[in-house]
């Protein structure tokens, strides 16, 4: 029997969670959370918003499933981190954001961090039982968003609406936004720097637009290891959830011969979030905890239809030249960090 405190019961992963729980009688959901929305029921211990450490305090489950988005995820994260439970971490926005906090408590805490970002649990079970020097490089992909292959002109005008049809996977808004600008392949850039303890110059991303390929390992005799499944994220969610067990799920066997698999390089002159990333995650310290905070204000103002969808690099370029990025000492410097990065992104948005 595992125990699993389920936070962002009520969003897209959260709801998919749900399935895999409900259908694994191993599984026991002891506590969920939301931001706003009821959850009453859900589980015997519930939560709606507040500091979602009191709730897991409370119930000090096996598991943690933190599918929070954005930086509000960041308590829970190192709430596991540092009580040594299993993480199955869907929140990047925290990883990316606490980087090496988030590490110094995983190593304090002894417990599992299990990434079920689709594209790092591919990577993660491509690497499991391999020594570091065996690894060339990895492999992100992705399936390059609804505006693959558009010119910026073509870009100019784009609405919420059109951003959050993804052709490929069905997902929040946020996540979804962040697809469309590339800015969640570079915050999946810098979420593997921390997870795999690879350098930058050793992470690619290449776009792969049907998503069936979710990510690859080069190994330094040539070979390379790829993990392939139909975009469905029950998939990694059960896997983090059964490790190792890797239990059955409802999902078909992969049919190769309706395949069509092409890679290609990102645009990363029409889409700058990517490229953003790669540079705030080489200058390290606190600069991707600004670049999550000024890209969470960029998406929400481009979803209120305050800002154009060109604009949003523009923000989060302004707030990158213009914050410190000196490393945070600790969880209050980097609340605080977070919040100037948030500031400076306000004050250039345009008046509501
Ligand atoms: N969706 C995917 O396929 C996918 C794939 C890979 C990674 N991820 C990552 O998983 C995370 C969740 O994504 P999603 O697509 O599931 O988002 P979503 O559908 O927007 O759901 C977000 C969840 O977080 C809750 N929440 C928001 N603010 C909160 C707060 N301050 N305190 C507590 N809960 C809060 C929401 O509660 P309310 O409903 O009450 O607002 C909701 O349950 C993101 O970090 C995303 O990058 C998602």
Redesign the pocket.
């Known amino acids: 029997m595992r125990t699993i405190a389920l936070?962002?019961?009520?969003?897209?992963?959260?709801r998919q969670a749900l399935e895999i729980i409900g259908a694994h009688p191993e599984l026991e959901l002891v506590a969920a959370?939301?931001?706003?929305?009821p959850v009453e029921g859900l589980a015997p211990l519930t939560q709606?918003?507040g500091d979602?450490t009191e709730l897991l305090d409370r119930a000090q489950p096996d598991i943690v499933l933190n599918?929070?988005?954005?930086f509000?995820?960041l308590p829970a994260t190192l709430w596991a981190l540092e009580a040594g439970v299993t993480l199955a971490l869907?929140?990047?926005?925290s990883l990316v954001a606490a980087g090496e906090l988030a590490l110094a408590a995983q190593r304090r805490g002894g417990g599992l961090l299990l990434p079920?970002?689709?594209e790092h649990s591919a990577a993660f079970q491509c690497l499991e039982g391999r020594e570091p020097e065996q690894v060339d490089s990895l492999v992100l992909t992705g399936s390059g968003g609804p505006f693959r292959g558009r010119t910026r002109e073509e870009l100019d005008d784009v609405t919420p609406d059109e951003a959050l049809a993804h052709p490929t996977?069905?997902?929040?808004?946020?996540?979804t936004v962040?697809s469309a600008t590339l800015a969640?392949k570079g915050?999946e850039l810098i979420e593997a720097h921390f997870l795999f303890g690879l350098p930058y110059e050793r992470i690619e991303v290449v776009l792969q637009p049907t998503s069936i390929v979710h990510s690859l390992v080069r190994f330094r005799d040539g070979a390379a290891l790829a993990h392939l499944g139909y975009p469905d994220?029950r998939v990694p969610i059960s896997y983090a959830l059964t490790y190792p067990e890797r239990a059955a799920t409802p999902l078909p066997p992969l049919d190769l011969s309706s395949l069509a698999l092409e890679f290609q390089a990102p645009d990363v002159d029409t889409f700058p979030m990517l490229a953003l990333a790669r540079e705030a995650g080489e200058k390290g310290g606190t600069y991707p905890a600004a670049y999550n905070a000024a890209n969470e204000v960029a998406v929400a103002a481009f979803l209120a239809d305050r800002l154009a969808f060109l604009e949003i690099a523009e923000v989060v370029a302004d707030v990158l030249a213009r914050v410190d990025g000196a490393p945070a000492r600790d969880v209050e410097e980097l609340v605080e960090v977070d919040a100037r990065a948030r500031a400076l992104a306000d004050e250039r948005l345009p008046v509501a």
């Open positions: 936070l962002g019961a009520t969003g897209s992963i959260g959370a939301s931001g706003s929305q709606v918003g979602l599918a929070v988005v954005g509000a995820g869907a929140n990047k926005e079920v970002d689709s996977w069905n997902m929040g808004p946020k996540i962040d969640n915050l994220m």
